[in-house]
């Protein structure tokens, strides 16, 4: 299988009001436990996409795993607001058969791409 795309979820370009807010309380020493975590969130997830399938980890310590088959996605749905667009992030939703989203992946970056490569 070839790896056509392969990303974590980016901090500052996803939530660039979160970030600035979570470096003005750096001082006060709430800034870097919210950088911490929000870290270890971003790189315990990642989204892959291949040429025959999708796949979608998430976890740390226990391993949440979803893989669906290129040929049974129905829709892929890219949400983008104004900063998002600004700095190229976005939510992607793929649909199979149901009316909820098999996988929801938040602050991907080049989310198009993804649409686009499906």
């Keep these: 299988m070839t790896e056509l795309y392969s990303a974590h979820p980016v901090m500052f370009k996803s939530k660039p009001f979160g970030f600035i807010l979570a470096l003005l309380l750096v001082p006060v020493g709430i800034g870097l436990i919210i950088f911490l975590v929000w ?5 315990s997830s990642k989204l892959t996409v ?5 796949l979608f980890e ?3 310590l226990s391993k949440d795993r979803s ?3 290129i ?3 129905r829709t892929v749905k890219v949400k983008q607001t104004v900063f998002n667009r600004m700095f190229g992030t976005g939510t992607v939703e793929i649909y199979t058969a149901g009316d909820s989203p098999e996988i929801v992946a938040v602050g991907l970056p080049d989310a198009n791409k993804i649409r686009e490569l499906v």
């Design 39 to 43: 870290y270890i969130r971003n790189k």
């Design 50 to 54: 291949t040429d025959k399938e999708i």
């Design 58 to 60: 998430q976890g740390l």
């Design 67 to 69: 893989e669906l088959s």
């Design 71 to 73: 040929s049974s996605i």
